[in-house]
């Protein structure tokens, strides 16, 4: 059984750096996809980044280009989404998202390509 979890949410000042962690467990290989998607009280989710593990291509939608950064983290299954200049509207809820199918990357702003999800982590940027 494949578990997803995530951690790091917090209220964050306007202009300010947050970090969150995904870590991941129960997957089979390393053919997959870690995505990021966010929901703003009431708006749809939407993908925010997604990183394929295998050959470390990263995908991200375009309000949060040369502000936010997907990387690996330490050990493996573990990613981490790297937040700079916060903004009030990136205040949501943060999920990480995983497949087993590496390519559903470039599906990053498609909720429904994506079969297991964390249980959301609270960022609030506070102006």
């Known amino acids: 059984e494949v578990e997803v979890v995530e951690s790091g949410g917090e209220v964050v000042p306007v202009g300010g750096s947050l970090r969150l962690t995904c870590i991941a467990s129960g997957l089979p290989n390393d053919e997959y996809a870690m995505a990021w998607f966010r929901q703003a009280p009431g708006k749809e989710r939407e993908g925010v980044a997604c990183l394929a593990w295998k050959d470390g291509q990263t995908y991200y939608t375009d309000p949060v280009k040369g502000r936010f950064t997907v990387s690996r983290g330490n050990g493996k299954k573990r990613v981490s989404l790297q937040m700079n200049s916060l903004k009030p509207e990136d205040t949501a809820i943060y999920y990480c998202?995983?497949?087993?199918?590496?390519?559903?990357?470039?599906?990053?702003?498609?909720?429904?390509?994506?079969?297991?999800w964390g249980q959301g982590t609270q960022v609030t940027v506070s102006s």
């Open positions: 998202a995983i497949d087993g199918d590496v390519s559903n990357c470039k599906n990053y702003n498609r909720d429904e390509y994506f079969d297991h």
